[in-house]
């Protein structure tokens, strides 16, 4: 047999047996077959699940800046890897039944599938960007502290480009952890926050001490200086009093308004005192004495206000000496006045109450004899009713015998 032949015998054995294998006794079908409707169903189940992963993600996805902070080359694959998720997500979005169709020629898997797998990746960067979060913000703590009452006062608003400064040091501090550089961030975090509370100190005296040396230095300005020396110099050394405890105590808020408003009395006394310079320069010498009993008028005001003393007798200080003399005695007086208005009002109160205790007593006492009484005059009663019923006995008792005793005739 030659070779042609032998392909020849090859090719109808072959064909026969197909015949053979294809011959059966049950009808031909695709195996795992699911109808139409089972299908619709299976595809509307998977749809839901991812639109309900999509939903959820996405929100979490709108809030994760913030996360930007601490690491921003994870941050930026988290969203190239959620705009990937996004892109398979929305070639079924609007079409349910091809979430579980295949995704392409090359891949045995659905869009669901393929959506599925683009998430994981999503949720995997996501949670390492939240381990870092928690990482950094221990290590850290001091720094977000420190930054965040920068932005409290508004420090960007005072001193721009220091804050940037402070800003950009702040966000290396968190490239250093990222980085696993723990030690650097440690040693940069005592610069940082070094450099930031400079920064606090300069905005908070910037707020509260120097719109005081603007007021100050016109002042000054306003010849005020050479008019009132003395007050001058006073409100110049609290003005630098209240500097330094500002700045020693930045963040004490009684503190600086009690300094600062010491200053604000001692600017305001310099301008007082300054008028009553300028009005006694513009008075002519003949006026002198005018102004004399213009000043002892006053002070006789207050002295018959008081209790109708007059000084005038005295020198200009001796009056003023005696007035306070005579207001301290009156405050001494008035709170010893008080003082004995009150002990009299309580010892009255006590006796009033010790008497109504006493009335309450005599009333219980009364009530109580006369209960007596009455539990006396009812056993009384009772004694003489039944002596009456003993009475009305033996009466009935004698009658009845007589009658027995005359009978009948």
Known sequence: MNNFQKCALIIVTGVALTACGSSSTKPAEVAGSITPVDESVQAEGIYEAAKAD???????????????????SLYKDTLSAWAKAVDV??????????????????????YADEFNEKLAIVKVKHAKLLELKEKADTILSDSIDQ??????????????QNYRSVKSSYIALFAYVADKDIGDAQNKQAAFLNTAKKLEIKVILKINIVPLEE?????????LGTLAPISFNKTKAELSLASSEVENNPRNEDVIKKMTDKVKFEINHTTQVANEVQRLRKTSNLKFEAVALEIENRLLDISKAINESDFRDKPVRVQTDMIVELIEALTDSEVQTKLENEIASLEAKLEANQ?????EQDSLKESSKQQQILRDRIESLQQQLTLKQSLIDKLTQDLTTQETDAGPE
């Not at 993600?57 to 996360?67: A, G």
């Not at 997500?89 to 659905?110: H, Q």
């Not at 007021?215 to 010849?223: C, F, I, P, R, T």
């Open 147 to 160: 930054m965040e009452y920068l932005d409290s006062i508004e420090a960007e608003t005072h001193f721009k």
């Open 89 to 110: 997500y929305g070639d079924f979005a609007d079409d349910p039944a091809k979430a579980i169709k295949d995704f392409s020629i090359f891949s045995s898997g659905t």
């Open 355 to 359: 008497e109504k205790l006493e009335e």
């Open 54 to 72: 999509y939903d959820f993600w996405l929100k979490k996805m709108k809030d994760i800046e913030p996360l930007e902070l601490y690491s921003k």
């Open 215 to 223: 007021e100050v230095a016109l002042l000054k300005k306003n010849g």
